[in-house]
């Protein structure tokens, strides 16, 4: 099974500043038709997850801009340029180029300082 | 608009059985197919099963393997969870999530509200 591995796990931030949450899996997630399968979920405080991007850097219909997804093979990154309020929550990455099973990451606790 | 309803869960006793429930409306249920992801009280999300468009693959988490069957009725756009000899870490609350056809990756792209279960005696 591929392991999916985030840092940091908690990421206290500052309104209006900017976040970085690392993503690395054990396996290179290019899948045999040539396309990356990394995607990133968002959970709020008691709500499901929501996809905010998938296939390592496209934002899902009405996420906002500030949110950007980057990386290759192995390593991936989401960041969120100006972090607001209703940003805070659990942001997990999710592989989908080995699967059965698809796995996620541990989980990104970003919380406002 | 698109709504994934989870129902059929509660409070069971370890070895009892539960099924639960996804009730889909606003899209074409017969274009996607359907996971069920569970995350443990303050924990992560761990993938459960999945189920094809028509039903012909199922794949299972080895956790649950032998244990649970996914299973879907698309005359009645819904998907199933049958629960049998539940254990105490089966404890979590349940999510459906759908992923369309023609996505190699089967990514879940939109999950419902979730349905808890909790096995204790």
């Known amino acids: 099974d591929v392991v999916m591995t985030q840092s940091p796990l908690s990421l206290p931030v500052t309104l209006g500043q900017p976040a970085s949450i690392s993503c690395r899996s054990s396996?290179?997630?290019?899948?045999?038709?040539?396309?990356?399968?990394l995607n990133w979920f968002q959970q709020r405080p008691g709500q499901s997850p929501r996809r905010l991007i998938y296939?390592?850097?496209n934002r899902d219909f009405g996420v906002p801009d500030r949110f950007s997804g980057s990386g290759s093979g192995t390593d991936f990154t989401l960041k969120i340029s100006r972090v607001e309020a209703e940003d805070v929550g659990v942001y997990y990455c999710?592989?989908?180029?080995?699967?059965?099973?698809?796995?996620f990451g541990q989980g990104t606790k970003v919380e406002i300082k | 608009q698109v709504q994934l309803v989870e129902s059929g869960g509660g409070v069971v006793q370890p070895g009892r059985s539960l099924r639960l429930s996804c009730a889909a409306s606003?899209?074409?249920?017969?274009?996607?197919?359907m996971h069920w992801i569970r995350q443990a009280p303050g924990k992560g999300l761990e993938w459960v099963a999945v189920?094809?468009?028509?039903?012909?693959?199922?794949n299972y988490a080895d956790s649950v393997k032998g244990r649970f069957t996914i299973s879907r009725d698309n005359s009645k756009n819904t998907v199933y969870l049958q629960m049998n000899s539940l254990r105490a870490e089966d404890t979590a609350v349940y999510y459906c999530?759908?992923?369309?056809?023609?996505?190699?990756?089967?990514?879940?792209?939109?999950w419902g509200q979730g349905t808890l279960v909790t096995v204790s005696s």
């Open positions: 999530a759908r992923f369309y056809n023609y996505d190699s990756s089967r990514t879940p792209d939109f």
């Open positions: 606003g899209f074409t249920f017969t274009d996607y197919g």
């Open positions: 189920i094809w468009f028509d039903g012909s693959n199922k």
């Open positions: 396996q290179s997630l290019v899948y045999s038709d040539g396309n990356t399968y």
């Open positions: 296939r390592v850097s």
């Open positions: 999710m592989q989908g180029a080995h699967w059965p099973p698809w796995t």
